[in-house]
C-alpha cells in the first residue's frame, strides 16, 4: 500500500536548493503535473483487475513567467510506453492493441501566486495531447509508464494492479456516507442524543457499536483539503483526483466532459454482477456530488443536468468528446432532492421532463413521504421529494412549520413539500426495493447519504448538522434491524463513513439565557462555561426541568435522540475556520442559519442572524461565506462479512479495495490488456 | 460496560416538566451529588476486585436557594448500607467490619448562576458527613449503596467489581500520554512531517502502524469538557472524577486532601507486582496533572509540592486527613521539568531541598540529556532537566537559541539549561533503567507523556504543538525498535492515547508572504487558500526549491519530521474556543506563542504577536487567556499482549481495565470485604 515507488531520494537539501524559485501553491499550472509532461493514471495509480480507465498525455509549454519554455511550443513528438514488471517497456498502441489516436491541440492560462492575480499578469500555457480510451490491466502487478518529451524530459508513473480477491465474502453492499462527518461531531452527537450518568453514558450511538472501527486519510491528489466531488471519487473507484472532479483525473483542456475517466464500483458492479440491483440514497439533490460519483465522469460537478442524463443513459446520445463505454445502467433505486433538474425548465437536461424520461424507460416515480411507503418494491424506482436538498431533520420533526413557504414541492407546482421521507424512510424502503429486484443470490450495492451534515456545517448550523448525523445512526441502526428481520444481516457488509471533515468541536457550554440578556461582546461571552463550567448536557433533560444525573427520560422521537432541542444551557462549539459571523449559540429556530451575506467588500456577517449574539471575526478570505472543509482523518465503522479489513489507519482510497475484495470483484473474465479501440476524437 | 443500572426510566415528560426550577449548569452545589445526600463512590463506579477507596457521605442543607431545606440544618442520623447482589443490605460498618467514623461537619457556599454571581448572591449550604478510609471488594459481582436521609430520602449508588483477570498476557506496560492530542492534529503532523506523492503518503506515522485502534470518551464525571487531572484518574483508576481532581472524588470540604481517595494502576502494580519497576516520564513539570496522578491523592492539581513529596514518601508523614495506606514506594524512574519543586525554595515541600531527600533515599539524580546519558541503569533515577515544563523539540532543535536567557536550569542558580533531552531520550533511558532493575520475570509499567502537545496548543502555538506530536511518534517508533533490540518487544504492552483534546483542525493553506504583505484584516485573509488552493505541504519541500511532488527529501532530523518548518506557504489551522488574538499563520521562531494579556477588561490581544497578522476576535469569556479543552473522542494505539481488547469505541475509565487484565491484576489475594480499620481523620 505503501511504496517509494517512483520517488527519487535525496538527503542532499543543498542540491535542491539551487531551484530558488518562487513557490506557487495556491495557484498551480495543473495539479497533478509538476513537470511539463503530464502523464493520467498519474504516478501511484492503483486499479483492481480489469478496471477500466483512460490515459491522457499532455506536453505543457508555458509562453511566460517561471517555467516558460520552447517559446510556448509543446514538443508534439512525445512518446509513451507501458513496462509491466521487469518487462521492456512497449509503445502504449502496442501494449493495449488500440490505435494511436489524433493530437490534440490547446491552451490555457493561469496565475501563478495571488501577487500575480492582483496585478492581472496570467501565465499562458500551449498543450499538445493524446488520449488512449477505455484501456484496463486484468492482470495484478507493477506497471512502470514513461512519457518522453522535449528530447529526453520524462515523467514516470508508476501504477499497481491490486491483487483482488475472485471470491466473494459479501453478498450484498450498504455503504453509508455521512457527508463532512468527524469523530468529534459524532462526539457532540451523543453528548446530545444520549444520557450520561456520572460520566457513563447510559446507552450508545449505533456507530459505537460497529464490529470494526478504522480511520481513513480524505486529502485530495493535488492538495490537503479535498471536496465531496473527489473524496467520493476515491472512495467508489481507488483513485486521487482533484477538487470538483468527478472520476475522471482532471487535465488543463476547457471541456468538462473528456477528462480522462476511471470506472466506479458501481459501474463494476453492474458489470460483474448479473442481475444484482443498485441503489442510490441521498437527503441532498441527487446529482450532488456524493451520489453523482457512483455514476458520473466530469471535470464539473456542477454539471448537474448531465449527471442525471448519465443516471439514465449512461454515455449514450452524449457527444462524442464524452466517450465512456460502461455506466450504472439505470440504478434500481434513486431517492434525494433536486426535483429542479427533472421538471421542464432551464435547469433540466435540455429543458426536458425529465420524469417523464424516467417513467419511459420503466421507473415508478414517488414524490411524497406517503407514496414511498406505498410502492411497490418490484419497480425500478426514482424518489425525488423535493426541489434543492431535503429538508432537515430537526425541521421536519421540530420545526415543521419550517417545511412551509419554501414552494419545495417535487413537482415544481410551487407548492410545500410537507410530506418528506428522511434518510431512514429512503433507505428501509430502498432495501426492500433492492431485495425484490436483484435476480437470487446476486445480491446488491446501496450508497445512502446524510448528506446535510455537511450543508448545516458549512452553514455554521451546528444543531442541524447533529440532526443529521444522529438521523443517519439511526438509519444504520434501523437498517440493522430491517436486514436481521429480512435474513440478509449476514450477508451484508455495512460501512459508515465521511468523505471529509469540518474543523467542529464542542469547547463548553452556553447559558444562552445570560448571553442573551448581557450587553457588548465581551460581556455576552462570560456566558461560555470551559471545563467544570460546561456542565452536563441538558439536551437529555425533560424541558423545564432541573439538569439531572440520575433520571433517564424518553422524548417523543425515541431514545437515540434529544429529549429537548432548547435548553437554556446549551453546548457551545464551532470551527477554526469561519466567515465574519455572530454567535449566540441558540439554535436556529426559523430554519437553516445563514451566518453571512454577500457584500461589496466580500461577506460579511448577515444582519438577521443571532441578533442577540456577539460579533467574532473570520479567519477566512472574504469571499467566503460559510465554514470550509478541514483536514482531520474521518472514522470508518463497519459490520459484516468482510469488514475486518476496515480495521486501523487507511486511506480513502483503500475503501474502494476493501469493498472491491469483499464483493470477489478481481475476476476480470480477460487474459490480457485490454483497449477497446475506440479512441480519442 | 453499559448498563441502566441505578437509572429511572420515565417517559411522562409532562410528569418530570412540573420541575420548573431554573437550571444551573455553570455552578453547581456538588458536581456529581444532584441531590442532597452524596455518596462517593458515586453511582456508576466500578472497580477491580481488591483495588482501595474511600466512601465519603454527605447530607447538605442549602441555607437559601431553590434547594433550601431544614432551614440549612443538615440531618446527622444518615444511614448508609451496602448490598452484594440481590443479598441484603448491610449497615456499612458491619459490611466492612471496620469502625463507625466520627461525623464531621463543615459548611461552603456557591453561587447557583451566573446573575447570581453577578448579583454576588451566594447560597450557604450545611453539611454533615463520615469517611470510611480504604475499603476493598475482593468479589466481582454488582453492589447496591444505599444512603438514607431526611427520613425516607435515598441516593443509591450501583457500584460493580469487574471480573478481572488474574493472568498476566502482558509482562511490562508502556502507555504513552500525548496530551491533548486528537486525530485532527495526528492528521496534520503527518502532513508536514510525511511525504505525499499524488495523494499517497510515501511514509506513515508509527501511530498509523500500531495494530488496533480504539476511541476512547474523555468526559469527566460532572461536565463533558475534562481537564488533564480526572482524564488521567480515569485512564489510570477506572474511576471518572471531577476537573482538578488527583485520583479523589471531589467532595464539598475545603480541604484539599480529606477527599475520598481511590487506587491507582501504578499502586496496584506495587502491590502485585514484588520486584517489578515503575518510571513516569514528562515533558511537563513532573508534577503537572498527568504524570502526578499516576501516584497523587487530591482534589487540587495545583498542589505541586504534595505531590513531589509523596512520589518520594505515600502518605507518611503527611497529616492525617491524608490517610492512605499504599503508595507508589519510590518510582524507579522519574524525569521530566519542574525543578522548582526540588531546589530549596518557596516552591519546594516545606522549602527544603528535594534533590537531597531523594538522594538521601538512594536516588542518583540527573540534571542534563549528557547526564541522562551516562547515568548507571541500575539505580533509582531522578531526571529533572529544567525549571518548569521542558524545552519543546522546536525550540531544542529548530531555534535552539530560544533555549538562552531562560534562566531554566534544574541547578536552580539562574544558569540556562540548553542541554535538555527529548521525550525520546528520556524514554529510551527510562526502559534501560527498568528494565535493569526489576526482578527477572517482574517486569516494569512506564508512563510517558508528550505533555506540550497540549501545553503548546493551548496557546494557540500549533507548530509547536505538531512538533511535540512528531517527537511522540519519534518517541513510539524508536521505543520498539528498542524493545525489539533487548528482546522485550512481545512481553510489552505499548498503549499510545490522550487525554482530551482540543478543537484544532487544518482549514487550508496560508500564503504567508502575501498575508504579511497586504494591507487590512481583510486583505490579509485573502491569503487562506481553501480547498484546491489549500495547496500541497511545503513542509516536505527542501527551503528555497518549488514545491514538487515527485520527490522525497530528507531533512537533518531524519524522516518523520518536516524538512523545513518556514516555508512560504504553511497551514493555516485553528480551533472553534479562543480569546482575542491576531493570526499570520507563521511558526512562531522567537519561542511559544502567547496570544493574549491580561489587562483591566480581561484577556486581549497580546500587542506583541503576530504584529502582521489579521485581528480575530474571540469566542471565550474575556477571563480566558488561551485556547481550551474540546469534547472529541481520541484515538487509541496499541500493540502488544492485551492490545486485542484496545479495539472500538469506549470510555477513559475502560483504559484502566484493560491495562489490568493485561497484567492480570484480577487477584486480590484476599477472601472478604476488606477494611483497613483506620477510618476517620
Same mark, same amino acid.
Given at each position: 500500500m505503501l511504496s517509494t515507488r517512483g520517488a527519487k531520494f535525496s538527503a542532499l537539501l543543498a542540491l535542491l536548493s539551487v531551484l530558488d524559485t518562487a513557490s506557487a501553491?495556491? =495557484?498551480?499550472?495543473?495539479?497533478?503535473?509538476?513537470?511539463l509532461g503530464c502523464v493520467? &493514471? &498519474?504516478?501511484?495509480t492503483d486499479f483492481i483487475p480489469g478496471q477500466l480507465f483512460d490515459i491522457r498525455l499532455e506536453v505543457h509549454a508555458p509562453e511566460?513567467?517561471?517555467? *516558460?519554455?520552447?517559446n510556448g511550443a509543446p514538443d508534439e513528438k512525445f512518446s509513451f510506453c507501458i513496462q509491466r514488471g521487469t518487462g521492456t517497456c512497449e509503445d502504449v498502441s502496442k501494449f493495449f492493441s488500440v490505435k494511436e489516436p489524433a493530437l490534440e491541440k490547446w491552451s490555457f492560462s493561469y496565475f501563478e501566486d495571488l501577487f500575480a492575480q492582483d496585478a492581472k499578469q496570467s501565465t499562458n500555457v500551449n498543450v499538445a495531447s493524446k488520449i488512449y480510451r477505455a484501456v484496463s490491466l486484468p492482470s495484478p502487478g507493477k506497471y512502470t509508464a514513461v512519457l518522453t518529451y522535449n528530447g529526453k524530459s520524462q515523467t514516470v508513473a508508476n501504477w499497481v494492479v491490486r491483487d483482488t480477491s475472485?471470491? !466473494?465474502?459479501?453478498? #450484498?453492499v450498504l455503504f453509508f456516507i455521512g457527508d463532512g462527518m468527524t469523530q468529534a461531531m459524532i462526539t457532540a452527537a451523543r453528548l446530545i442524543g444520549h444520557k450520561s450518568i456520572n460520566g457513563r453514558y447510559q446507552s450508545l450511538m449505533q456507530l459505537d457499536q460497529m464490529e470494526n472501527l478504522g480511520l481513513q486519510m480524505t486529502h485530495s491528489i493535488d492538495s490537503f483539503i479535498t471536496d465531496s466531488a473527489n473524496s467520493a471519487s476515491a472512495l467508489y473507484t481507488g483513485k486521487k483526483t482533484a477538487v470538483s472532479a468527478l472520476n475522471v483525473w482532471a487535465d488543463?483542456?476547457? /471541456?468538462?466532459?473528456?477528462d480522462p475517466k476511471f470506472e466506479t464500483i458501481a459501474e463494476l458492479f453492474r458489470r460483474h454482477r448479473q442481475g444484482g440491483a443498485l441503489g442510490i440514497v441521498s437527503t441532498?439533490?441527487?446529482?450532488?456530488a456524493t451520489p453523482a460519483a457512483l455514476c458520473a465522469h466530469t471535470r /464539473? !460537478?456542477?454539471e448537474l443536468a448531465t449527471v442525471i442524463y448519465e443516471f439514465l /443513459?449512461?454515455?449514450?446520445?452524449? #457527444?462524442?468528446?464524452?466517450?465512456?463505454?460502461?455506466?450504472?445502467?439505470?440504478?434500481d433505486v434513486i431517492f434525494g432532492g433536486g426535483a429542479e433538474l427533472f =421538471?421542464?425548465?432551464?435547469?433540466s437536461y435540455g429543458g426536458v421532463d425529465m420524469y417523464k424520461a424516467f417513467k419511459d424507460k420503466g421507473y415508478n416515480l414517488v414524490q411524497s413521504k406517503t407514496q414511498l411507503a406505498s410502492a411497490p418494491n418490484d419497480k425500478k424506482t426514482l424518489g425525488i421529494f423535493s426541489t434543492s436538498n431535503l429538508a432537515k431533520w430537526v425541521d421536519r420533526n421540530?420545526?415543521?412549520? #419550517?417545511?412551509?413557504?419554501?414552494?419545495?414541492?417535487p413537482t415544481g407546482d410551487?407548492?410545500?413539500?410537507?410530506d418528506q421521507p428522511g434518510l431512514k424512510d429512503m433507505t428501509l424502503k430502498a432495501i426492500d426495493i433492492l431485495q425484490a429486484r436483484?435476480?437470487?443470490?446476486?445480491g446488491w450495492f446501496m450508497m445512502s447519504e446524510a448528506a446535510s451534515i455537511d450543508k448545516m456545517m458549512h452553514v455554521l448550523d451546528y444543531d442541524r448538522a447533529l440532526g443529521e448525523l444522529l438521523e443517519l445512526d439511526d438509519t444504520v441502526r434501523a437498517s440493522i434491524e430491517h436486514l436481521e428481520k429480512i435474513g440478509e444481516l449476514e450477508n451484508t457488509l455495512i460501512v459508515v463513513t465521511a468523505d471529509h471533515g469540518h474543523g467542529f468541536d464542542v469547547f463548553g457550554g452556553a447559558d444562552t439565557k445570560y448571553l442573551s440578556a448581557a450587553t457588548g461582546d465581551r460581556a455576552k461571552r462570560r456566558a461560555v462555561g470551559t471545563y467544570?463550567?460546561? %456542565?452536563?448536557?441538558? =439536551?437529555?433533560? *425533560? &424541558?423545564?426541568?432541573s439538569p439531572d444525573n440520575t433520571t433517564i427520560v424518553v422524548g417523543p422521537f425515541g431514545?437515540?435522540?434529544?429529549?429537548?432541542?432548547? &435548553?437554556r444551557y446549551t453546548f457551545a462549539g464551532g470551527v477554526?475556520? +469561519?466567515?465574519?459571523r455572530v454567535e449566540n449559540?441558540?439554535?436556529?429556530? /426559523?430554519?437553516? !442559519?445563514?451566518?453571512a451575506v454577500s457584500s461589496s467588500d466580500g461577506y460579511i456577517v +448577515?444582519?438577521?442572524? +443571532?441578533?442577540?449574539g456577539f460579533h467574532v471575526s473570520g479567519t477566512?478570505?472574504?469571499?467566503?461565506a460559510q465554514g470550509v472543509h478541514s483536514l482531520t482523518d474521518v472514522s470508518v465503522f463497519s459490520k459484516g462479512p468482510?469488514?475486518?479489513?476496515?480495521?486501523?489507519v487507511f486511506n480513502s482510497i483503500d475503501i474502494f479495495y476493501k469493498i472491491a475484495d469483499a464483493l470477489g470483484? %478481481?475476476?476480470?473474465?480477460?487474459?490480457q490488456e485490454h483497449g477497446n479501440g475506440n479512441n480519442g476524437h
Open positions: 501553491q495556491h =495557484y498551480r499550472r495543473l495539479g497533478a503535473c509538476p513537470k493520467f &493514471p &498519474p504516478d501511484q511566460s513567467g517561471r517555467e *516558460a519554455s520552447n475472485k471470491q !466473494r465474502k459479501a453478498k #450484498n488543463s483542456s476547457a /471541456n468538462s466532459f473528456d441532498a439533490v441527487i446529482a450532488d /464539473n !460537478r456542477d /443513459n449512461g454515455a449514450e446520445g452524449l #457527444n462524442s468528446t464524452f466517450a465512456w463505454p460502461t455506466s450504472c445502467e439505470q440504478p =421538471y421542464p425548465n432551464s435547469k421540530i420545526f415543521p412549520n #419550517n417545511l412551509k413557504n419554501q414552494k419545495s414541492s410551487g407548492t410545500d413539500a410537507v436483484a435476480d437470487k443470490n446476486a467544570a463550567a460546561s %456542565g452536563l448536557s441538558e =439536551y437529555q433533560v *425533560a &424541558p423545564g426541568s431514545p437515540n435522540f434529544p429529549v429537548q432541542w432548547t &435548553p477554526g475556520g +469561519n466567515p465574519d449559540y441558540k439554535i436556529h429556530t /426559523n430554519g437553516p !442559519r445563514l451566518p +448577515n444582519p438577521a442572524d +443571532n441578533t442577540d477566512l478570505g472574504p469571499d467566503e468482510g469488514s475486518d479489513a476496515f480495521r486501523g470483484l %478481481g475476476d476480470t473474465g480477460k487474459g
